[in-house]
């Protein structure tokens, strides 16, 4: 399975944004589907998780409050609500799936798309 972020833009500090996560296959076979970002000259670091029952979700302390993931099975598709953007939260944002259950190790993860950039301004 492939996953492709889109959703991305330059906003303001304070604005909100909403991403999404297209799946071009199945992700019934995949336990977690997250989400990850890396800003420049930084290593891609883990933002946001959730089971593909949706039963357990798991966030960043740097985002928890302000960023919401959810997914909707019946669409293939996965989102992520960012709220009180701030201009740390300026990154590459991807997403990708895993069979795993480890929620935050983006090596146990697979089907990267090319992300989308988020940018924030302060």
């Known amino acids: 399975v492939q996953l492709q972020a889109s959703g991305g833009g330059l906003v303001q500090a304070g604005d909100s944004l909403r991403l999404s996560c297209a799946a071009s296959?199945?992700?019934?076979?995949?336990?977690?589907t997250g989400w990850f970002r890396q800003a420049p000259g930084k290593e891609r670091e883990f933002v946001a998780a959730?089971?593909?029952?949706?039963?357990?979700?798991y966030y960043a302390d740097s985002v928890k409050g302000r960023f919401t993931i959810s997914r909707d099975n019946a669409k293939n598709t996965m989102y992520l609500q960012m709220n009180n953007l701030k201009p740390e939260d300026t990154a590459v944002y991807y997403c990708a799936a895993s069979r795993g259950t480890h929620c935050c190790d983006q090596r146990m993860y697979a089907g990267w798309g090319q992300g989308t950039q988020v940018t924030v301004s302060s």
């Open positions: 959730i089971v593909w029952s949706g039963n357990k979700i």
């Open positions: 296959g199945p992700t019934s076979s995949s336990v977690l």
